[in-house]
């Protein structure tokens, strides 16, 4: 537990159509999912007001790279999401591998019985929850803060 930051988390796996958040409980034992937020113009306002009610240490966001670990359009979307989010919100972002989360999350809905048809309005929480539970079981098994931060831009605060 040397390594471990105290604190809630934010998981966010950003997509094209919605954004899955999820959440930490402050001692980083579990992740659990928050809501599945569609995605617009607005969607950094709800994320906002999600992260005023839970105070976060950080977000936690996906970084979707492909399987040789190279970027892909997403990936640059969500480094464009993460940036954002953490210019209006002053929080801080880590950018985490999400490689496999996304399938992870589907396997697990399939293995309680659902559809993906059924499964849509839900997998992107659970996407989340899986990106955030890999990123507070690295730090507490390493000590170190998983994946890398995104310098706060001087000008904008």
Same mark, same amino acid.
């Given at each position: 537990?040397?390594?471990?930051?105290?604190?809630? @988390?934010?998981?966010?796996? !950003?997509?094209?159509?919605?954004?899955?958040?999820?959440?930490?409980?402050? *001692?980083?034992?579990?992740?659990?999912? !928050?809501?599945?937020?569609?995605?617009?113009?607005?969607?950094? &306002?709800?994320?906002?007001?999600?992260?005023?009610?839970?105070?976060?240490?950080? =977000?936690?966001?996906?970084?979707?790279? %492909?399987?040789?670990?190279? &970027?892909?359009?997403?990936?640059? *979307?969500?480094?464009? =999401?993460?940036?954002?989010?953490? /210019?209006?919100?002053?929080?801080?972002? @880590?950018?985490? &591998?999400? @490689?496999?989360? /996304?399938?992870?999350?589907?396997?697990?809905? @399939? $293995?309680?019985?659902?559809?993906?048809? %059924?499964?849509?309005?839900?997998?992107?929480?659970?996407?989340?929850?899986?990106?955030?539970?890999?990123?507070? &079981? /690295?730090?507490? $098994?390493?000590?170190?803060?998983?994946? $890398?931060?995104?310098?706060?831009?001087?000008?904008?605060?």
């Amino acid at each position: 537990m040397s390594g471990y930051r105290r604190g809630v @988390r934010l998981g966010i796996d !950003v997509g094209k159509a919605r954004v899955g958040v999820a959440r930490s409980d402050p *001692d980083g034992m579990l992740a659990v999912p !928050v809501e599945t937020v569609p995605r617009s113009e607005t969607s950094i &306002d709800r994320l906002l007001e999600i992260a005023a009610e839970h105070e976060p240490l950080e =977000f936690v966001v996906g970084l979707p790279l %492909n399987m040789q670990g190279v &970027d892909t359009p997403s990936t640059a *979307d969500a480094r464009d =999401f993460a940036a954002e989010l953490q /210019t209006r919100s002053g929080i801080a972002v @880590r950018m985490v &591998d999400e @490689r496999l989360s /996304t399938v992870a999350a589907h396997a697990a809905l @399939r $293995s309680s019985g659902r559809t993906q048809k %059924n499964s849509r309005s839900i997998v992107d929480q659970v996407a989340a929850v899986v990106l955030l539970q890999q990123a507070i &079981d /690295t730090e507490k $098994s390493t000590g170190t803060a998983p994946g $890398s931060t995104i310098p706060f831009d001087e000008e904008s605060r």
